[in-house]
Nanobody, 125 residues
Framework: QAQVTESGGGLAQVGGSLRLSCVAS????????TGWFRQAPGKEREFVAG????????LYADSVKGRFTISRDNAKRTVILEMRGLKLEDTAVYYC??????????????????WGQGTQVTVSS
């Protein structure tokens, strides 16, 4: 049973940057395909970005493509989401999700078994 924990959320201005981290507790975390999701107030949770366990197959939602970058450091059991060019609509609670049943990241949140508690990202003008 893997556990994942997010950190790095906070307050940023429009056009600014934030860096989110997702750390896995399991020593087999290098086999976890990981995705980032977000949920804004009054909206459904949506896929943001995902990455295969071996660092391949980066996948991005159109709304963040070109602004966000997902990467991983398996030695540190960490998946990073670098967010640049932040917009007001990026304000949300960001969740890290992981699974080892599939290699390529998936859009559907229901396919991920392991979830973090979320970290708040607030973008202000």
């Amino acid at each position: 049973q893997a556990q994942v924990t997010e950190s790095g959320g906070g307050l940023a201005q429009v056009g600014g940057s934030l860096r989110l981290s997702c750390v896995a507790s399991d020593r087999t975390s290098s086999t976890l395909t990981t995705g980032w999701f977000r949920q804004a107030p009054g909206k459904e949770r949506e896929f943001v970005a995902g990455l295969s366990w071996d660092g391949t197959n980066p996948l991005y939602a159109d709304s963040v493509k070109g602004r966000f970058t997902i990467s991983r450091d398996n030695a540190k059991r960490t998946v990073i989401l670098e967010m640049r060019g932040l917009k007001l609509e990026d304000t949300a609670v960001y969740y890290c999700a992981a699974d080892r049943e599939f290699r390529r990241p998936r859009w559907n949140q229901g396919e991920y078994h392991y979830w973090g508690q979320g970290t708040q990202v607030t973008v202000s003008s």
